[in-house]
T-cell receptor, first 118, second 110 residues
Framework: SAVISQKPSRDICQRGTSLTIQCQVD?????MFWYRQQPGQSLTLIAT?????????ESGFVIDKFPISRPNLTFSTLTVSNMSPEDSSIYLC???????????????FGEGSRLTVL | GQSLEQPSEVTAVEGAIVQINCTYQ??????LSWYQQHDGGAPTFLSY????GLEETGRFSSFLSRSDSYGYLLLQELQMKDSASYFC???????????FGTGTRLQVFP
């Protein structure tokens, strides 16, 4: 397993502002992903964070709204830009660890960042 | 595209057996994973079926039938701590990303 640290764990934000969430992993990682989970709902994939290049976004998510960086293998940031109340959600970082049951594609998740936008 | 369906909620009593179904339509299917998530917690990996058939891990088993586009998670000897949400997640060929099903909330009663 691994320790996946997300910061902040929670925040209350004002409409129109932006917030950057950090994800740090203490083990070697092959893949990193960002998910969103609205209250009582499933997890929705936002994007794949690619090291040293632009993230790969899923349908319905765009770079201007959710810029992502991944400067090295074990660290990534997700920014939620120009926030509105509809962005209130839990944002989760997840990783595939190198050499750990790679054939299963097992994901390890951070504890999430709970954002409330007023 | 992909579609995934699970029952929204299942209830059972301690000691019982419960089955959570997952039906899917996805292109380039690779395998099916199951995750558990307690309220306020992060999802955690339970099992993976890369081949058709049954995989057993302690009290939990998972089944996959590619021809039927169907899988299920079987939980035996239910305990109160099994109350959680359960998600199926097909894995697509040539990519490591997982798309999660709608989720099933399991409530275990004494």
């Amino acid at each position: 397993s691994a320790v996946i640290s997300q910061k902040p764990s929670r925040d209350i934000c004002q409409r129109g502002t932006s917030l950057t969430i950090q994800c740090q992993v203490d083990s070697q990682v092959t893949m990193m992903f960002w998910y969103r989970q609205q209250p009582g709902q499933s997890l929705t994939l936002i994007a794949t964070a690619n090291q040293g290049s632009e993230a790969t976004y899923e349908s319905g998510f765009v770079i201007d709204k959710f810029p992502i960086s991944r400067p090295n293998l074990t660290f990534s940031t997700l920014t939620v830009s120009n926030m509105s109340p509809e962005d209130s959600s839990i944002y989760l970082c997840s990783v595939v660890l190198a050499g750990v049951r790679d054939h299963t594609g097992e994901l390890f998740f951070g504890e999430g960042s709970r954002l409330t936008v007023l | 595209g992909q579609s995934l369906e699970q029952p929204s909620e299942v209830t059972a009593v301690e000691g019982a057996i419960v089955q959570i179904n997952c039906t899917y339509q996805t292109s380039g299917f690779y395998g099916l994973s199951w995750y558990q998530q307690h309220d306020g917690g992060a999802p955690t990996f339970l099992s993976y079926n890369g081949l058709d058939g049954l995989e057993e891990t302690g009290r939990f088993s998972s089944f996959l039938s590619r021809s039927d586009s169907y899988g299920y998670l079987l939980l035996q000897e239910l305990q109160m701590k099994d109350s959680a949400s359960y998600f199926c997640a097909p894995r697509s060929y040539n990519t490591d990303k997982l798309i999660f099903g709608t989720g099933t909330r399991l409530q275990v009663f004494p």
